[in-house]
């Protein structure tokens, strides 16, 4: 696998609104973003407290600057006012 892959699991009442929300157009800001490969959520069988983030980004100084960004500042603050919690698991 080239690049580098996240997992990131949203835990909480509201995951679900919380994605909905970023299906809503943050999540083609983050796709427009330069070295974002994939960005796609996904609600697990069985959990309805969680939800599932493949991110996939071409490399560490694309993250990087993903992290530093407008539209990771949006997700911040939406995941806060959802009262959300994040594992998070990477892959090189």
């Not at 696998?1 to 157009?25: C, T």
Request: with cysteine.
């Amino acid at each position: 696998m080239d690049g580098i892959l996240l997992h990131v699991l949203y835990h909480g009442a509201e995951a679900k609104a919380f994605a909905l929300e970023m299906q809503s157009g943050l999540r083609n800001d983050v796709l427009a973003e330069d070295g974002c490969m994939q960005y796609d959520y996904f609600l697990p069988v069985g959990k309805e407290d969680c939800v599932l983030l493949i991110e996939h980004w071409r490399d560490q100084a694309a993250l990087d600057k993903h992290s530093a960004g407008e539209p990771m500042a949006k997700l911040k603050a939406l995941k806060a006012s959802h009262g959300l919690t994040a594992d998070v698991t990477r892959y090189e």
